[in-house]
Each structure stands twice: as C-alpha cells, then as structure tokens.
C-alpha cells in the first residue's frame, strides 16, 4: 500500500512532505546522532487523526535522517509536564553523553503557562540547556509552539496573557538558537499556527496533523541549512 493510500490526507496536505520526498530532502545533510530534549511536545504527546500518520515530528524527523544514512543514532529524551529548570536537570547529561551532532530542543512552554512568568528567568534556563549542546558540537535546532492562544480554543479570558507569554517565548527561543549558531524553526507563525482542526482535543497539544505540518517544516529548514 502507498503512502497516498494509507494517509490520503496527509499526501493531500500541501503544508505535509511525504516521507520519502523528506529523507531525500536530508540526504545531503551530515548529521549522523540526533537528540531530543524537552517536554511533552518534544516527546511527542499528541492526538491521532485519519489520513495522518500517527508519528510525532521528531519521531518522523528521526526516521528521514535514519533512511539515508548508517549508522545512524536516534534518542527522545523529552518528558512530559517539565519546565526548564527540570529539563536540564534530567536530559541534559544524558543528552551530552550521546555526542549528538543534531540537537531538538522543544521547551519552554511550561514555563510560559506557569502561575508567574518571568521572561529573563526563562532566556537564563533555556540558554543553559541549549548552550552546552552547542558547546559540544550540536547543531542545536529550536521549535517554536504553534500559536494556540489565537485559535480560539482557549478560554477568552486566558487568552490574551497566553499569547503575549507565547510570543515572548518565540522570540527569546528564536534569539537564543540565534547566539550558539543554531537554527529557529518559526512554526509559531506558520499559516496554519492558529488553526484548530490542528490541535488535539485537550485544547494543548498539537494533534497528528499538527505534527506532519511541523515535521514539515523541521524537514525544510534543515535540508536549507545542510
């Protein structure tokens, strides 16, 4: 069975690459140990959909470098319901100790629904988990969470304070990736950021769909930059 037969939605999906057109696209790219770090969305919570594979990006973004290249070492460190300070904590030497030469840093956005948001206090946490992965050799790769606040998923009371905390994540992720001469994949602004059929029906995370359109984009940026 072909990919368009066992996901006719996502090979429809002009904002989604097709697996095989993806690994093509890394070919060329000289990363051989991936690592990601993070919380749920770098360990892929998500919801599924019909006509979409049911894999997470940095799953999907493992397997595309994995089909052009041996060996080849994969490993998702992320956890669910961690803020920063937690994620270096508990990932970050297990992350070094793999010698990755590609880094996926998805994090933050506990941080950024917490009770008391503290912009400095974040850009001090994240630059202490992403710096030493560069440090290391990494090229480290950031991605930026979808834009939920303006989907109108969330409360109409929350979401104002929720987009200003997320825009202000965006762009100190952004700035970051920016100084240890790693790469932003700006999916906060993706044109289907704020689109609802994208996310999973706890109002958080993004759903199958959401994460082939952010895979997509991950795919893109890193076959730019190798």
Known sequence: MSVAERWPLEAADPDC???????????????????????????GVREAVDGYRDRCFADRLGDALAATRAPFAYANLGEPGLEL???????????????P???????????ALGRDFDGERVRRELAALVAPLAHAGALVVTIGLFDLA????????VAPVMAERFDALDAITAALAAEVGGIHVDTHHHPRSA??????????????????????????????AA
């Open 17 to 43: 690459v097709d697996p095989a057109a993806a690994a093509e696209l890394l070919r060329p790219a000289p990363w051989r140990r991936l690592v990601v770090v993070g919380d749920s969305v770098a360990a």
């Open 85 to 99: 300070a937690a994620i270096r904590a508990r990932q970050l030497p297990a992350a070094l100790g793999r010698r």
């Open 101 to 111: 030469d590609l880094a996926l840093v998805a994090a933050g956005g506990n941080d």
């Open 150 to 157: 303006r989907s109108g998923l969330p409360p109409a009371d």
């Open 195 to 224: 689109d609802p059929a994208i996310y999973s029906r706890d109002r958080i995370h993004a759903n199958a769909r959401g994460h082939a359109i952010a895979f997509a984009a991950i795919a893109d940026a890193l076959a730019r």
